[in-house]
Nanobody
């Protein structure tokens, strides 16, 4: 059974830091590309950061570049999002996502966690 479980969300003051974790099970974690998305009230879900399965290349939304860092630990089947210098506009539900390589049968698997709330407020 595939599971993705986020943790680490909460309430933080502007300028503060949080580290989100997403623990995975039930699939070959090291082969999957991993991402963090977020969705604020009344807004569409947006990509925050992504990391590849191979060389661990990373990609970030312009709004978080220089403040957020995505990383993965394949031994622990966990992906992290270190968030620094948090702003009120970072308030959202944060979701982790895992996407498989395309199989020889041209299928692809896409898994989501249940989300964790991050609130940045004084």
């Amino acid at each position: 059974q595939v599971q993705l479980g986020e943790s680490g969300g909460g309430l933080v003051q502007p300028g503060g830091s949080l580290t989100l974790s997403c623990a995975a099970s039930g699939f070959t974690f090291s082969s999957y590309a991993l991402s963090w998305y977020r969705q604020a009230p009344g807004k569409e879900r947006e990509l925050v950061a992504a990391i590849t399965s191979g060389d661990g290349s990373t990609n970030y939304a312009d709004s978080v570049k220089g403040r957020f860092t995505i990383s993965r630990d394949n031994a622990k089947n966990t992906v992290y999002l270190q968030m620094n210098s948090l702003k009120p506009e970072d308030t959202a539900v944060y979701y982790c996502n895992a996407v498989s390589p395309v199989t020889p049968l041209m299928t692809q698997y896409d898994f989501w966690g249940q989300g964790t709330q991050v609130t940045v407020s004084s």
